[in-house]
């Protein structure tokens, strides 16, 4: 019904059948045809001029109109589009009341419905999208032409309020009033807002709400469509959706299932939604139930802008876009010539019209007058990355958040870990499947071993538990530093190494490597701190040099620090308080980093700055991720990571950043290097040369092949031949 060919099989078996049962009537022969809406409205007015005022036939078909009638009826239930273009009636955002012929957005779902019924796919999407396109007026069409025509439909649809469910419902009971009594068939049930049924088919609209406190959708039941919008909103969507809709569904071809939503902040359940099903769409070994769809508000190009916006806010003759408008536009153009979809319908090399990039420049500006600028990435977004930009309560704005997922860069290396059996437990060790065989293991101490690991589908396909990502290779004469971040590791915080280099006249500091994992404890850390550090342990001034290690002691923390002293490690953050009047590193009294409301306020002080002055140059996407869920929430006081976000990378590199450079903060204010991004966004050129990107598309095995080549020598890892540990009298 959704298919051309699909429907033409579809339509081909019901003439077949139409046309035996009108011969057994008739004795006539019967053969489908097609009407133009001009067809249709005359044939309705003709069949309303038939029924009295009481509902009641002035007189009996004619074979004619009853061959009509039937006509329409296989039509309409089997051509999804013919009953849309024919009979659907939608209101405009300008209030009128017309035929629904789909826009740019309604038709790039439809294709996707199509695609997945050629295939024999049940319908299940999560569609992330701007306001106003008209997808939930679509799939209310849907839900609305799947209960009118086919039998035993259990459908259900909702969104965050009750008002809003109801103003769905609404679009469904507007269509079927202005349909011919023909076609449609009789509602046998109706409670406003609740519960509507067409008895004679047993089929019916079940009418929910996510605002409820305690609910559980569908219970008892087992519909095969369903609709949600806003779920971002809904107060219980694990037991809304998750338990109640998903386990009450089983796929089959006539299983029809959306899910849809702007965004609404990072890492709460929508958002992972949305990420499990991008990163999962099309993978053979763990597929996700659910297509995402991104939607971005340059599609709706009726809309945004419209001409009666336009004609009060021209665009100036000598107006140029702005560098932020100029990328926005690129990555937009990026996003559409990635998408063989988009390139369907808004053409092939398809660039941002002038008179949308003076719109988004506009409303940005308006925004930001406003001190709204993440509100308005999630609207007008280029991409599903910006979407997701955080609400206000963010400490950083969209704008910064964006820049650094702009600006980060590939790991030159990926390395799993492998040790004695008892301190490395079998599930910790690296996978042999993900273990690059053409590159040589590096050997640590005869102890232990970093295996390089494959990388592919870099960064959305690729899980970053218990593995060393490398961003840049050691040097002599470079100052570096690991922050240690401790947990319990039972799964829930995560314990975290990040190696930094420190800032110096020439170059801005830099996150070098990272190490994350939620199932290792502090007491199972040392390997791992161990071997970082000894990758990390060059020469200064000609001397061998240890990094320094800034260890987090809170919650059994210093069960790692202690291991690593016992190792012959010497080189620790020292504990003092800043604020006294003479700062003296040798009178302090304690090693490590220890966490309070004192010092995590400087730590996060620290390093907010530092990050939105672009002071630090990061390239882990993870980190970059839990900086955009940094914030202040309602009624808190302290800084923290959002519900449902972790803030152990964001710790981890403020200490070792904070350590490194509390006492030495003048080569922070005199930097003549600059930092990547500072780089970037004083030279225009930048973005004409190397357009930026943040899609994080995967690697493709020529990159890889280029990086090992390039990288075979420095694996090798010669600096590893002197020993930093013999040298303590040094430190």
Not at 508 to 515: I, L, P
Request: with cysteine.
């Amino acid at each position: 019904m959704y298919h051309p060919i699909i429907t033409r099989q579809q339509l081909k078996k019901a003439e077949e059948l139409a046309a035996e049962q009108w011969y057994a009537v008739s004795g006539q022969s019967f053969t489908l045809r097609r009407h133009t809406p001009a067809e249709v409205r005359t044939a309705i007015d003709h069949f309303n001029s038939l029924i009295t005022e009481t509902g009641q036939l002035r007189r009996q078909l004619t074979l004619d109109e009853r061959k009509w009638i039937l006509n329409e009826r296989t039509l309409c239930r089997w051509d999804f589009i013919y009953w849309l273009k024919n009979y659907h009636h939608i209101l405009t955002w300008e209030n009128q009341l017309i035929l629904m012929t789909p826009n740019v957005a309604q038709s790039i779902i439809i294709d996707l419905y199509a695609e997945a019924e050629l295939k024999g796919h049940a319908i299940a999407q999560l569609i992330l999208k701007a306001r106003q396109e008209g997808v939930t007026t679509l799939k209310q069409a849907v839900v609305a032409h799947r209960v009118q025509f086919f039998p035993n439909v259990i459908s259900i649809v909702g969104s965050s309020r009750p008002d809003k469910s109801r103003k769905m419902v609404e679009k469904m009971e507007l269509s079927w009033r202005n349909q011919p009594w023909y076609i449609r068939p009789r509602m046998t049930a109706y409670r406003a807002g609740e519960y509507i049924e067409f008895g004679a088919l047993g089929s019916s609209v079940g009418i929910q709400h996510g605002s409820k406190i305690k609910s559980g959708m569908a219970r008892g039941e087992t519909p095969t469509v369903v609709h949600l919008s806003e779920v971002s909103e809904f107060l219980n969507p694990q037991e809304d959706i998750d338990s109640a809709i998903l386990f009450a569904m089983h796929e089959a071809p006539n299983m029809f299932l959306a899910l849809e939503s702007t965004a609404h902040g990072m890492m709460n359940w929508w958002h992972k939604k949305w990420l499990y099903a991008k990163d999962h769409w099309n993978d053979p070994n763990e597929p996700s139930m659910f297509q995402p769809v991104f939607l971005p508000w340059y599609v709706a190009s009726d809309i945004y802008p419209t001409p009666t916006w336009l004609l009060r806010n021209p665009i100036p003759d000598d107006w140029k876009p702005s560098a932020i408008c100029e990328r926005h536009a690129l990555r937009a153009a990026e996003f559409v010539q990635n998408w063989e979809l988009l390139n369907k319908y808004l053409g092939k090399g398809w660039t941002m019209p002038r008179s949308q990039q003076w719109y988004w420049e506009v409303t940005r500006n308006q925004y930001a007058k406003e001190d709204r600028l993440n509100r308005f990435y999630a609207e007008l977004c280029s991409d599903d990355v910006e979407a997701f930009a955080q609400d206000s309560a963010s400490v950083f704005d969209a704008e910064t958040i964006m820049l650094y997922n702009e600006h980060k860069q590939m790991p030159i290396a990926v390395f799993g870990l492998d040790g004695p059996a008892d301190e490395i437990r079998p599930e910790l060790r690296p996978d042999k499947r993900l273990i690059d065989p053409s590159l040589k293991p590096i050997d640590i101490d005869k102890k232990y071993t970093l295996y390089p690991l494959l990388l592919s589908g870099y960064p959305s396909q690729t899980d970053p538990m218990n593995k060393f990502f490398i961003w840049e290779w050691p040097a002599d004469e470079i100052e570096y530093g690991l922050g240690v971040d401790t947990s319990q590791g039972i799964g829930q915080d995560r314990s975290v190494i990040e190696v930094m280099r420190k800032a110096n006249l020439l170059s801005t500091a830099r996150q070098c490597a990272e190490f994350s994992s939620p199932h290792i404890s502090s007491a199972d850390l040392p390997p791992y701190v161990h071997s970082l550090a000894r990758l990390f342990s060059r020469k200064l001034n000609g001397e061998p040099r240890q990094p320094l290690l800034v260890i987090e002691v809170n919650n059994g923390g210093d069960a790692c620090q202690l291991a690593m002293r016992k190792m012959g490690w010497g080189r620790f953050h020292q504990w003092v308080r800043y604020d006294r009047k003479v700062i003296d590193l040798s009178k302090a009294t304690s090693l490590g980093a220890s966490t309070n409301v004192w010092s995590r306020d400087l730590v996060i002080t620290w390093l907010v700055k530092a990050i939105k002055d672009y002071m630090i140059d990061v390239d882990s996407p993870w980190l970059v991720q839990e900086l955009a869920t940094l914030g202040r929430m309602p009624g808190v006081h302290k800084i923290e990571a959002f519900p449902g976000a972790h803030d152990d990378r964001v710790m981890a590199l403020g200490w070792v950043f904070l350590s490194l450079h509390v006492t030495d903060s003048g080569n922070l204010k005199s930097v003549f290097g600059r930092g990547r991004i500072q780089q970037a966004t004083s030279d225009k050129k930048a973005y004409a040369t190397r357009p930026p990107s943040i899609l994080e598309q995967p690697i493709h095995d020529t990159d890889v092949e280029r990086w090992i080549a390039a990288k075979q020598n420095a694996i090798d890892m010669p600096w590893l031949t002197f020993d930093p540990l013999s040298h303590l009298h040094q430190l």
